[in-house]
């Protein structure tokens, strides 16, 4: 059982009239209606430095949703966003996503493992979330940034949505 935790803020307090029109799709959670402005707009912060891949991880989207987005811009899963978090953080934090995509962050930027975001109460790793929010994500969360840097140069490839155990 998968679970689920809920935004405290909800999608009309990150609404804004500048978003760029992916992510004010991804807000509305209109996933098909987004696929179209992959190409030119995954690059696009809205007001608070969230790139579309923060928005889709914090509004649940699809894991095939989220792994495109990434694949798209790859870069996201290093760009820190609302309180200095990056992807990884969200994910870790709101679960609100499966292990692929998980995975798939890790695989894009393993330090993000190690990275403290913002300072103060939201300055944790993702892997502060392992054990108190998201125990099915604790195996990717607690292995070491460098052991996932040998599993990444092994494979030769940190293909997004790629298991470490695929062939």
């Known amino acids: 059982n998968k679970q689920t935790n809920t935004m405290t803020i909800s999608p009309n307090d990150y609404a804004n009239d500048e978003d760029s029109t992916l992510i004010q799709l991804i807000k509305a959670q ?69 292990t692929v995509v998980v995975e798939a962050l890790i695989r894009a930027y393993p330090q993000a493992l190690d990275d403290r975001g913002a300072g103060g109460i939201k300055g ?26 040998q599993i990444i140069a092994n494979d030769g490839h940190g293909n997004v949505g790629q298991s470490e155990d695929a062939e």
């Open 124 to 149: 944790k790793t993702p892997r502060h979330f392992a054990k108190s929010r998201n125990p099915e994500y604790q195996h990717l969360l607690e292995r070491s940034t460098e052991e996932w840097m």
């Open 30 to 98: 209109k996933w098909t209606e987004a696929r179209p402005y992959f190409a030119s707009q995954a690059h696009l912060s809205d007001a608070f430095d969230n790139l579309p891949l923060h928005a889709a991880i914090g509004f649940g989207a699809p894991s095939e949703f989220c792994l495109d987005l990434l694949r798209q811009h790859p870069r996201a899963a290093r760009q820190h966003g609302t309180d200095d978090w990056l992807p990884l953080h969200i994910a870790a934090m709101w679960g609100r996503t499966d």
